[in-house]
């Protein structure tokens, strides 16, 4: 496939399947407690419903409001053209670009606080304080499970660092098993899903993102669930190269196989959904401080070998 073909492929996945796995998500769920639930294309009409509605605006916000969710989602959207989903490359990948993907994520985060605070509502002060305290813990993890994969490379390059994990030996795997199993509960956080959040929830007391987003409404809050679906879908890619061999060409081949692992990704989120409960807010720190220390461990590790 053509180097433009493949943009467009990557574009085309990036925009089209991340609603999908949502809806994968919600069917895991009901089907794992006895319901029929949604159907699998409910994501999509949902956005689709919320762009046709109006948008009502406190009297008390500004332009920063507005921006909040518009910034999120372009931050994502570009993210996930730095990450390669079918291919071994994107079509904005460069050097060092996992820094940039991590620093857009918490462009991301920053706007959506920002929105909420600026709302004046104590409920969605509340919930950007959390965000921004389970922030600080994740950002760590985020960052160690990267160095994992990186750092055998040498290079802080997606490109590069999926490369040298298609030529690494057995002996590597565990590190990279390692990364994977703390880049999930990064997805499991980034994305406000159990046990560090609940995004069915409606006690005010209890949410997290869902209550920094209480005031948005019509197209806005339509691309803040839309961004929330893409980041998913984003973060799952990364543990879809890490456990499964995508061809570096791409093409269609490596987009059945993205898609087939975004599925795989997307039964075990409903699946951990369905049977853990979520933890009490003092006990999320010591969750993501557990990820963040289990990938210091493999960095570790990488440094005793003297690979880095």
Not at 27 to 42: A, F, N, Y
Request: net charge neutral; hydrophobic share 60%.
């Amino acid at each position: 496939m053509s180097a433009s073909g493949a943009a467009l492929l990557h574009v085309a996945l990036l925009l089209a399947a991340p609603p999908l796995m949502v809806g994968l998500i919600g069917r895991t769920k009901s089907w794992l407690s006895g319901r029929r639930g949604p159907p699998l294309w409910q994501p999509y009409h949902d956005v689709l419903k919320l762009l046709r509605k109006g948008t009502v605006i406190g009297q008390p916000a500004t332009w920063v409001f507005r921006a909040g969710p518009i910034v999120a989602l372009a931050s994502i959207l570009v993210a996930g053209l730095i990450v390669p989903l079918a291919a071994g490359q994107s079509p904005l990948g460069f050097s060092g670009d996992v820094i940039a993907f991590a620093a857009l994520l918490g462009l991301g985060r920053f706007a959506t606080m920002a929105a909420a605070l600026d709302t004046g509502s104590s409920f969605e002060g509340m919930g950007a304080s959390r965000e921004a305290a389970f922030g600080a813990f994740t950002e760590p993890a985020l960052f160690l499970a990267l160095a994992l994969v990186c750092l055998p490379a040498g290079r802080a390059g997606f490109a590069e660092a999926w490369g040298a994990l298609a030529g690494a030996s057995w002996t590597s795997r565990p590190l990279y098993l390692l990364a994977a199993v703390v880049l999930f509960v990064v997805l499991l956080a980034e994305n406000a899903r159990i046990p560090v959040d609940d995004p069915a929830t409606h006690l005010e007391l209890t949410m997290v993102h869902e209550v920094m987003v209480l005031d948005h409404g019509g197209p806005d809050l339509a691309f803040i669930v839309y961004g929330a679906a893409v980041k998913l879908f984003v973060i799952a890619a990364l543990l879809v190269h890490l456990l499964l061999p995508v061809p570096a060409g791409g093409g269609w081949a490596g987009a059945l196989l993205l898609l087939a692992g975004e599925a795989g990704v997307a039964v075990l989120v409903g699946v951990v959904e369905s049977s853990v409960a979520r933890l009490r807010l003092p006990r999320v720190p010591g969750f993501l401080i557990g990820a963040a220390a289990l990938a210091a461990i493999g960095v570790a590790v990488l440094f005793t070998r003297g690979q880095p």
